[in-house]
């Protein structure tokens, strides 16, 4: 049997980045992988670009059961230390909306430049192996995998969610904590499309391509001012992406389809100056005109804005400024870009990731409770966590 000090499952982000850290620690590391390809979520984030770290990271753009638990980790490793390793590799990239960076080239060289880490710090990474069971002993722990046998004093767990199952995405990590004991809270798909009703197919399918600007809010007032985007199977773009974290199936999501436009006044004022121009004329030069036809009847945008009673344009400016839909639900694990819960972070050190009644064993990024917004934000927790760990095992 073949001994390392620790044994990481999982070569991706989180993975990978607690490899390196442990390794220049001096630490002898071995990181298994069932996959024929290190780090294949980077390599397809972020459009191939990778939105390796957002500009500005703070506590409340994540979700997790004890909102307190991500505090310690991001503050001792900073978006700023990830720029620092990127700059020092020599990638070049950019900032878009909402400080989000992205490589110029592509999400390969986030790739090469973890292994090349790894490599420097003397990782030692073995793919195409499978875990067959993992024992506890006295002073560590015991593998079982389709290469053999090997032991270590820390195991880290960085199997990441259920998104993407086509990407090799397995539920091992949640299995594994709960056969020592830990507690896993449900977990669903998040960062994902909504879907239609078929009743709503019917009507919105056809709007199919459609990208407007909207301010959306959830049951529980979280909101998000960013592009919606109507596609075949429902809703999507960045606005619904992150309001699909704050949301629960049956709850009806509020869209502003005019953000920080008073669509009452709006219809007032173009009343006064154009009293015979019909609802549907003006509402096009306001929204794309097959939107407006799927949202009103015919007969409703076919008068004049002077035959509409003003209980009739309160009811229009509501659909427009505050459209409350029931979606039927979520694109589920198949496109989803993150996992919501898993393992309880209730049962981990904020400091080390350590679980507390385990010694030696570690869970990080995003096979834990920790999911972030849309925008760089959790390849952000696998870097931090990742490190916080590396710097304990
Ligand atoms: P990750 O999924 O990266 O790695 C887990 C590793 O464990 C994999 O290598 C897998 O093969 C391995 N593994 C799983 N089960 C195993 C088993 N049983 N045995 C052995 N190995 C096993 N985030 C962001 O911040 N910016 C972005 O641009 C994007 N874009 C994006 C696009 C798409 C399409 C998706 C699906 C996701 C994103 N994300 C993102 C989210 C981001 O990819 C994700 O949060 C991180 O990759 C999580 O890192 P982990 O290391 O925790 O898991």
Known sequence: MKHHDVIIIGAGAAGLMCAATAGYRGRDVLVLDNAKQAGRKILISGGGRCNFTNQKVEPHQFICGNPHFVKSALARYRSSDFIELVERH???YHERDHGQLFCNDSAKEIVTMLLTECEWAGVNIKLRTDIISVTKTDNGFVLTTSAGEYSCESLVVATGGLSMPKLGATPYGYKLAQQFGLNVLPTT???????????QKARFEPLSGIA??????????????????????????????????????????????????????????????????SLRNTLS??????????????????????????????????????????????????????????????????????????AGL????????????????????????????GMAV
């Open 90 to 92: 020599g990638i070049e």
């Open 189 to 199: 798909a998040g960062l994902v499309p909504f879907t239609w009703h078929a009743d």
């Open 212 to 277: 407007v600007p909207s301010t959306i809010t959830a049951q529980d007032g979280t909101q998000f001012s960013e592009a919606l985007l109507f596609t075949h199977r429902g809703l999507s773009g960045p606005a619904v992406l992150q309001i699909s974290n704050y949301w629960q199936p049956g709850q009806a999501i509020n869209i502003n389809l005019l953000p920080n436009e008073n669509a009452l006044e709006k219809l007032q004022q173009a009343l006064e100056k154009s009293p015979k121009q």
């Open 285 to 358: 030069q306001w929204l794309p005109k097959r939107l407006v036809e799927a949202l009103f009847e015919a007969a409703q945008l076919d008068k004049a804005l002077n035959q509409l009673g003003h209980g009739e344009r309160e009811t229009i400016a509501s659909n427009l400024n505050a459209w409350s839909i029931v979606m039927n639900g979520t694109e589920g694990y198949r496109t989803a870009e993150v996992t919501l819960g898993g393992i309880d972070t209730n049962e981990l050190s904020s400091k080390t990731m350590q679980a507390n009644k385990v």
């Open 362 to 389: 570690y869970f990080i990024g995003e096979v834990m409770d920790v999911s972030g917004w849309l925008g760089g934000f959790n390849f952000q927790w696998a870097w931090s966590s990742g490190v916080a760990a």
